[in-house]
């Protein structure tokens, strides 16, 4: 006998629709799945047979088959034990109820030894995106029932177990489904805010103009100064989230298994501050399932590389197209995936200090991370220099000024010079550029004094 019913898989951060098919018959007793299956799923065999041995439904010694379709695309995870078992049942003669229409519900669930219904990551983007291709009914495990509800219009029903999931299929008990709300959430634990901030009036003037156009943002300065502190604390003046906003970076958190059970809706903007030592891969995504990297976790909010020069050359260089296109492409033998990477980069590094303003670079050996940083300063800022003429000098003369090429100006006079340009302010202890994208133009300088 065949049955089948629908579930749902993640590619990238959108959601496909799976069907699952299950034909029980006679023949030599044995367990078959096929469908383009990772072990993860070619593993859902022994978890199914054992939690419908242990939920007190009788499994004949018959030949089972089930396949996962379209067979062209990769499946990954758990979330399809329960619909697979759901499925076997039906073959065997369970009879859904007539309210149930079982072709516009997913199911969606991971299955324990002992029947128990587990919950599975990435529930928001395919009921997000199943919904918009007819399916309004849905079957989840109930700490992603919060998850789920966010999407308008979908029916959302818990489960805790596969014989309540079955029970409720054939109509012997009844649930009422969970209601819609937003349940806003926050990423940061710490409360942190940008009026805790004394002093440093340009330097938060400054921030306040890079929050408010999106622009990114390259901090140098001694040790101590608040850079970190500056950075961690920018989230809090940027404009607010929309609601489809949110939801994108939700479906982030959720494909990586970042959204506890009892999470709702993130509304602040994510802040990333991934470690020096992160390679390519961690950075903008990938692996033999593809997921999100670090660029796409602080899509609409703020990437922050904290000791910028100690990054690896080649993880900064991969950092160049996804700002360019606010998305990163991956290709794999069996799909391509995209990932969204619209975020606002923040950059710090110790290197402008008045100490090394004051003396050039040979009578300061102890600086190396500077010294071998410079060039690829002037090639990673080279479009700057292509702006009008008297910006581009003012842009020029710090850098080279920086290195000890030029004797620094008396304080005057490099005050009301840099006051003539209107692009420009005098800061107390940090250089800051902000930029259209790290390689675009500059709209503020912020010179280090």
């Known amino acids: ?48 047979r054992t939690a419908l041995k242990n939920s007190d439904f009788y499994l004949p010694p018959k030949r089972i088959t089930v396949n996962l379709s379209p067979g062209n695309i990769k499946k990954y995870g ?46 928001l983007p395919m009921i997000y995106d199943c919904h918009e291709l007819g399916y309004d009914t ?41 209601k819609f709300g937003y349940e806003y959430d926050i990423l940061q634990k710490g409360k942190l805010d940008f009026s805790e901030i004394k002093g440093q009036e340009s330097i938060k003037r400054g921030m306040e103009i890079a929050a408010a156009g999106f622009h990114n943002v390259l901090m140098a300065g001694a040790a101590g100064a608040g850079k970190s502190m500056i950075a961690k604390r920018l989230p809090t003046i940027m404009p607010k989230m929309t609601f489809e906003e949110s939801v994108q970076v939700t479906k982030i958190y959720s494909i990586n298994g970042m ?28 692996g033999v399932n593809p997921r999100p990297g670090e660029v796409s976790m602080a899509h609409n909010g703020v990437l922050f590389l904290d000791e910028m020069p100690e990054f690896n050359k080649n993880v900064l260089e991969v950092l160049r197209q996804p700002i360019e296109d606010r998305k990163v492409s991956l290709s794999r033998v069996n799909a391509s995936y995209v990932f969204p990477s619209d975020f606002m980069l923040v950059a710090a590094m110790n290197i402008a200090t008045t100490k090394l303003i004051q003396c050039g670079i040979a009578e300061m050996p102890e600086n190396k991370a500077f010294h071998g940083f410079c060039g690829f300063i002037f090639s990673f800022f080279k479009p700057f220099f292509l702006l009008r003429e008297q910006l ?48 675009g133009h500059c709209n503020v300088i912020l010179s280090h004094l």
Do not use: W
Request: net charge neutral; glycine share 10%.
């Open 259 to 286: 959204l506890n059970s009892g999470r709702g809706l993130i509304c602040d903007r994510p802040f990333r501050s991934p470690h020096h030592t992160i390679t390519g891969r961690a950075l903008i995504g990938g």
């Open 1 to 48: 006998m065949f049955n089948k019913v629908s579930s749902s898989a993640v590619m990238g951060i959108d959601g496909v629709v799976i069907q699952v098919e299950a034909d029980v018959s006679d023949g030599l007793p044995m367990f078959s799945m096929v469908g383009c299956l990772s072990p993860s799923v070619r593993e859902a065999g022994e978890r199914v």
């Open 78 to 123: 758990t979330g399809f034990d329960l619909p697979i078992a759901v499925a076997i049942l039906l073959c065997m003669g369970i009879t859904p109820e007539e309210n149930v229409r079982l072709d516009k519900t997913l199911i969606i669930g991971e299955l324990g030894l002992n029947g128990m219904v587990k919950p599975v990551n990435g529930i």
């Open 392 to 439: 581009r000098f003012l842009i020029l003369h710090h850098f080279l000024t920086i290195a000890g090429i030029v004797k620094r100006y008396k304080l005057s006079k490099l005050r009301t010079v840099y006051s003539d340009c209107s692009d420009c302010i005098i800061a107390g202890n940090l250089l800051f550029l902000c930029s259209q994208t790290l390689v």
């Open 138 to 178: 849905c079957i989840v495990p109930c700490e992603n029932m919060k998850e789920a509800a966010l999407v308008e219009g979908m029916k959302v029903f818990g489960v805790e177990s596969l014989k309540q999931a079955v029970d409720f299929i054939t109509g012997i008990s009844s649930m009422e489904s969970y």
